[in-house]
């Protein structure tokens, strides 16, 4: 099992520096930078924190609500209060860092506007224990797989403006910060098919719903079918998705891709975090990156570019979906909209060793 000392090592940064990125104290002054890559560091040995009461306003049971919705003398209602919802577990931003960085950019932009900030997280693990009442705004972030109708039902009967980041359920009068998926996957077929590539495969996780135990297919997997489609290029036996987007998934479907015989001559995996498990299957296998397949992948996270191959990716600006999430809630309290407004923040693609030269 990985200890904080592992993770000081590789990071160049001290035990105590590791500690506290860990149990995300708030009061600790470190770079973005640096804190993702303790993080990423993390993931990668797959380190284990041990579960921790966050506050009495969270408390640990598997995918239940408890939600308090009247007005007591202790309310904290107050103008400029956000009450940050997550739709993950603690541990999700460990194994991947693209949450946080949208949650840390909504309380920094918070705190520079005025407005105080309080946090929830809710998903199997975890349940949601607050008064949505009282809170100037709520601030949604995470998967769709977890919001279900239960919640959806509290926080319509709690009458404050919503803002969903990075999903957009629907939900009359909501606001909704989205990254563009749809120009991603343009852009990214644009360049793998500009490249000469006609076999493109798909490497991707599947959410699915807390309670029905629905699927709910990722955005990027449709776009991707709908413009491989258009394109004339679509085989659907070049498609591997199972349910997580972890390191150990992307390692797995890459086996059986392998194993299959069916190899694609490129392929989009949905983030870097599977990429990272996908080169290491296709290494140990023998194929070559990009001589033999050529990979694009999503996120951007800081250690894609010292991969080896570096990793060609599509950057998604979440500081910038965190920052326009705090505004959409300040504008939202100050100005008392009530029409929702949908905002996709664009992306771009950062071209690398594993997909970036033209194929001979």
């Known amino acids: 099992m990985a200890r904080l000392k592992d993770i000081a090592e590789l990071a160049g940064v001290s035990i105590a520096t590791v500690s506290r990125v860990l149990n995300q104290d708030e009061s600790f002054s470190i770079t973005m930078k640096t804190k993702l890559k303790i993080l990423q560091i993390a993931q990668d040995l797959q380190y284990q924190r041990t579960n921790s009461t966050r506050s009495s306003e969270s408390i640990t049971k598997a995918g239940h ?122 852009t990214v077929l644009d360049h793998m098919v500009g490249m000469g590539y006609e076999k493109i495969g798909y490497i991707g996780g599947q959410e699915f719903n807390i309670v029905t135990e629905e699927p709910v297919k990722d955005p990027r997997e449709t776009y991707f079918e709908q413009i491989m489609k258009i394109n004339g290029l679509y085989n659907p036996d070049l498609v591997y998705v199972d349910r997580s987007i972890t390191c150990e998934n992307g390692y797995n479907l890459t086996e059986k891709m392998i194993m299959d015989k069916v190899l694609p001559e490129a392929v989009f995996v949905e983030n870097d975090t599977m990429a990272i498990g996908v080169l290491k299957a296709f290494r140990e296998n023998g194929i070559k990156i990009p001589e033999d ?42 100005l008392k909209r009530d029409t929702g407004i949908k905002l996709a923040v664009p992306n771009e693609l950062i071209i690398r060793q594993s997909c970036g030269s033209e194929k001979e």
Request: glycine share 4%; charged share 20%.
């Open 65 to 186: 609500l408890g939600l308090i919705m009247t007005r007591s003398s202790e309310s904290i209602t107050k103008a400029g209060h956000l009450g940050l919802i997550m739709l993950y577990s603690e541990s999700d931003e460990i194994k991947d860092p693209y949450y946080l960085t949208i949650r840390t950019s909504v309380k920094k932009e918070a705190a520079e506007l005025g407005l105080l900030t309080s946090e929830f997280f809710y998903s199997q693990e975890n349940n949601l224990n607050m008064n949505m009442i009282d809170y100037s705004a709520l601030v949604i972030i995470g998967s769709v797989g977890l919001w279900t109708k239960e919640l959806e039902t509290a926080v319509k009967k709690a009458d404050r403006p919503v803002i969903f980041v990075d999903f957009a359920p629907h939900f009359p009068g909501a606001d909704c910060v989205l990254t563009d998926f749809q120009k991603m996957m343009e």
């Open 293 to 334: 397949i050529s990979i694009v992948s999503c996120n951007d996270i800081p250690s894609a570019e010292y991969l080896t191959p570096s990793l060609t990716t599509m950057r998604i600006h979440t500081d910038l979906m965190g920052q326009m999430a705090a505004r959409l809630a300040n504008e939202r309290i100050s």
